[in-house]
C-alpha cells in the first residue's frame, strides 16, 4: 500500500516557480480566484462568497496534508511569494497507487507555460517520490486548455460520462484521462 508522508513538507522548484505550503496569508489571492466567475467556469464548486470560504478551503488543504490524503502546492514565482496557482493530488487512493490531479492558475499568468512547469514537478514528485503508479484528471470538456496540457503530458482520455454530476442546476459532463508511470 502506498504511503505518502508530506512532513516535512516537499517544497518544489523549476526554473520560474516555486511550489510551496499555503498559509493564511494567502487567503486573500485564493479568494480572488475562487471567487471569480471566469476562473471557475469549469470546476463544479460554489463561488467564494467571503475571505472565510478561502480560509476554509486552507483549512481542508491542511486537513488532507496533515492524514497524509493529499497534498496541495501554492504555486508562486521565484522572484516573488505571492500566490498565483495552486496544484496537488487528492483523492489518493492508497490502495491502487493513484491520485486525482488538480490545478488551477490566475488568468493573468495562464499561456505562458507557467503551470506546465508545475504539472512537470508534480508529476515528477508522484512518480518518482509518492511512487504513484497512475494520475487522474477530471477535466470539463469545455476546459479546452486543460485537455491540451494533459495532453501534452502524455495523458489519454480513458471515460466520458454524460451528465454525471449536478452543480447549479444544471447535469454536466466529465472527461476522465489517466497516466500511467513509465517504469
Excluded at 476562473?39 to 462568497?49: D, F, G, T
Excluded at 504539472?119 to 477530471?138: C, I, M
Aim: aromatic share 10%; charged share 20%.
Amino acid at each position: 500500500m502506498l504511503n505518502p508522508n508530506f512532513n516535512p513538507f516537499p517544497v518544489l522548484t523549476t526554473e520560474r516557480l516555486v511550489l510551496r505550503r499555503f498559509t493564511y496569508d494567502d487567503a486573500a489571492d485564493l479568494f480572488e480566484m475562487r471567487s471569480n466567475e471566469t476562473v471557475m467556469q469549469y470546476i463544479s464548486r460554489p463561488l467564494n462568497k467571503t475571505i472565510g470560504d478561502a480560509v476554509g478551503l486552507i483549512d481542508v488543504i491542511e486537513d488532507l496534508l496533515s492524514k497524509n490524503d493529499g497534498i496541495t502546492w501554492c504555486i508562486c514565482l521565484k522572484n516573488s511569494n505571492k500566490y498565483i496557482g495552486s496544484i496537488g493530488f487528492w483523492r489518493i487512493e492508497k490502495n491502487n497507487h493513484r491520485a486525482e490531479i488538480g490545478y488551477l492558475l490566475n488568468p493573468v499568468y495562464q499561456g505562458r507555460g507557467i503551470m506546465q512547469e508545475a504539472v512537470t514537478a508534480a508529476l515528477d514528485y508522484g512518480f518518482s517520490v509518492l511512487k504513484l503508479h497512475s494520475v487522474e484528471a477530471r477535466v470539463s470538456p469545455g476546459n479546452v486548455a486543460s485537455i491540451k496540457l494533459l495532453l501534452k503530458n502524455k495523458f489519454v482520455q480513458e471515460a466520458y460520462f454524460k451528465e454525471d454530476h449536478l452543480f447549479n442546476g444544471r447535469f454536466n459532463d466529465t472527461m476522465i484521462y489517466s497516466l500511467l508511470t513509465q517504469t
